[in-house]
């Protein structure tokens, strides 16, 4: 089922299977004084991997997820997601990129109340024209996915942390993207979740999700195969962690 | 290089569904803000309906007496105080061709007492008038109880009472033993008569026959007024000749009235204060607007980062616009269908307390919806504009 999902018409940039590309991207916003939050940052996230962006507060990390998930344009530089330059398409095209191509997790989950966590997860794909049947079908292949094959009915909001965690995961996975972008994933959760967490963000990259994951934390950034460091809106390091 | 992007989609099931998101988890407040539309609504449905009821209960009055009842009356002439018609009136109204039936009433000079202790001048208000016997064809009245007059009793000192006449001479039922005090007199009462629609002067009359009146009471038995049925095709036509008729020589002392034209101006009366309450209604609305489109704003200040996240999830402005448009509408076609709902309700109450038959006209529960709709557009719009124009990044940030 999930196959139709899988987007075929994602795709290949040259030899490279790059599936976000930053070349020289500067984001200034015109306040008073003026706030450069990137810099010139350049790096390609290729299909399958698994990288953490990793930087202290007030390094450009929100600016860069932003940007990477098309919500906000750059001021100079290029950005292509899935094949697709940014630059080139319309506030509505950015949307459809959106709705088939990019999935997100975010730290407070932005679940909705009052509603089963396998809506939460058919949310996922609200935008994408398919029916409610067929998205309530794949929300469930998700969230069993995800370890939740029993809370499918449950109340999302009344699920335990690191749960709700895992439905907002299913959700960004559930259209099958190109890459899924995590803001501080595990930013509301307590370390035991939180590895909890990560080694299932290692378990869906293993099985073939390209994800990021932005953190401040320096020691989740060390599990994951590659980190890239960022320092007043510039990249600092982008090194392999050898592991994997 | 890259393929075409499928554009973001939402079926017309799921905008339903998104613009339900803020009722269900807030409902309380959705409840309250569809009230304010609810009241407003409802005050509409029911003042129409209110009106349409007792207007199709004055019809079914109307066609139950008749248009076609003139009165004609010695009138105020030019200071004369009150008139007299001719002796003869009646007859001379009676050679009018589309004229159908006449009978005369004339007002005796007498007073009517419970028993002769009852000191002199507590009248009560109760007149005497001398009739003749086709008075309750003519009428088309009904007797509560007893006989009317006859051939017979009209001529022996014997009274058909009023309604109001007999409530306060205090006879509820007629035995044929009952006595009254009438001009210094016995006179026993046959009947009591239920109420005139038309003429309600005669609810507060003890009616005597022409012959008592004359033997008994010393009375002229010249008419103060006579009533004329006449071909309803012709009624105009009557009147415009009936003064002339009934009095010849001073047709400015006859005063010409059509009794059915009263019942007429107080629903005009009625009317007015139906486009006063409308009024009201319409100001109930404009305030539920504007607590909708206050609660809407509030809303979207409120989920921001579900606007952030709804972005994020592939939705366009448009669908975020549709979205909160859909919530204003929905809120308001709640508070629509319960105002009609409780409108009709009211209307059916009421009318069936004062014994109407309900009758709410379509074009009140369709316009209530409407109205409700429309309000909920203009109240939604600002709101939903302001949502889809809120940039995602700033959205998903404020959380």
Do not use: C
């Not at chain 1, 942390?161 to 995961?169: D, F, K, N, P, T």
């Not at chain 2, 003519?138 to 058909?160: H, I, R, W």
Request: charged share 20%; hydrophobic share 45%.
């Amino acid at each position: 089922m999930t196959a139709i999902l899988v987007h075929d018409d994602a795709p290949a940039t040259g030899g490279h299977d790059a599936v976000l590309t930053l070349n020289a991207v500067t984001k200034h916003y015109p306040t008073t004084p003026p706030v450069r939050a990137l810099q010139g940052v350049t790096f390609d996230v290729q299909r399958g991997e698994l990288v953490a962006v990793v930087g202290p507060s007030g390094s450009g990390k929100s600016t860069l997820l932003h940007i990477m998930g098309t919500l906000d344009r750059p001021t100079s530089g290029e950005v292509t997601v899935a094949g697709h330059r940014v630059s080139d398409l319309s506030d509505r095209d950015l949307s459809a990129l959106r709705s088939r191509h990019i999935g997100f997790v975010f730290q407070q989950f932005f679940l909705l109340s009052g509603y089963t966590a396998l809506d939460n997860v058919a949310d996922g794909l609200l935008y994408t024209g398919m029916t409610l049947a067929t998205r309530r079908e794949l929300a469930a292949i998700e969230l069993e996915r995800v370890g939740l094959g029993h809370r499918l009915g449950h109340d999302a909001m009344k699920l335990s942390g690191g749960e709700r965690q895992r439905v907002a995961i299913a959700r960004a996975l559930v259209g099958g993207p190109d890459i899924v972008l995590a803001d501080e994933p595990t930013g509301n959760l307590d370390s035991k979740t939180s590895d909890a967490i990560v080694a299932l963000i290692e378990d869906l990259n293993d099985s073939g999700s390209t994800i990021v994951v932005i953190t401040h934390n320096p020691e989740i950034a060390s599990h994951f195969p590659r980190a890239i460091g960022l320092r007043d809106g510039a990249v600092e390091y982008d090194k392999l962690n050898g592991v994997h | 290089m890259a393929t075409m992007l499928t554009p973001s989609r939402l079926h017309s099931a799921d905008v339903a569904r998104t613009a339900g998101v803020g009722l269900r988890t807030r409902k309380l407040r959705a409840a309250l803000s569809a009230l304010g539309i609810m009241i407003g609504i409802a005050a509409m449905v029911g003042v129409l309906g209110l009106s349409e009821s007792s207007k199709s209960d004055l019809l079914a009055q109307l066609d139950k007496l008749g248009t076609n009842l003139l009165t004609v009356q010695a009138g105020g002439g030019i200071g004369l105080g009150s008139g007299q018609l001719p002796a003869e009136a009646a007859e001379m109204v009676a050679r009018i061709g589309p004229v159908e039936q006449t009978t005369t009433v004339s007002e005796v000079d007498a007073n009517v007492y419970k028993n002769d202790l009852v000191p002199l001048g507590q009248t009560g208000g109760i007149t005497v008038q001398a009739v003749d016997l086709n008075l309750m064809d003519t009428l088309a009245g009904s007797l509560d109880d007893g006989v009317f007059l006859n051939e017979a009793s009209a001529a022996y000192p014997t009274t058909v009472l009023g309604s109001v006449a007999a409530e306060r001479l205090g006879i509820a039922e007629v035995t044929g033993t009952q006595l009254v005090w009438l001009g210094d007199q016995w006179f026993t009462v046959v009947g009591v008569l239920d109420q005139f629609d038309l003429n309600p002067d005669l609810d507060r009359a003890a009616l005597v026959g022409m012959v008592a009146a004359e033997t008994y009471l010393d009375h002229d038995n010249v008419p103060t007024s006579v009533l004329v049925r006449a071909d309803p095709d012709f009624v105009d036509d009557v009147m415009n000749v009936l003064a002339a008729t009934a009095n010849p020589e001073n047709p400015e002392e006859v005063e010409v009235a059509r009794p059915t034209d009263a019942l007429e101006a107080r629903e005009a009366a009625d009317d007015a204060f139906t486009a006063l309450f409308l009024g009201l209604g319409g100001v109930a609305l404009l305030v539920g607007g504007v607590g909708i489109a206050n609660v809407m704003v509030i809303s979207v200040l409120e989920r921001r980062s579900e606007i952030g996240l709804r972005r994020a999830l592939g939705a366009t402005k448009r669908h975020v616009a549709v979205q909160f448009l859909g919530e204003a509408l929905l809120l308001a076609a709640i508070g629509g269908v319960g105002g009609v709902l409780l409108g009709y309700g009211v209307t059916t109450g009421y009318a069936s307390l004062r014994g109407w038959s309900t009758l709410v006209p379509p074009i009140a529960i369709a316009g209530g919806i409407a109205a409700a709709l429309l309000i909920g557009a203009i109240a939604g719009l600002y709101p939903a504009v302001r949502a889809a124009r809120m940039s995602p990044t700033e959205a998903l940030r404020s959380s």
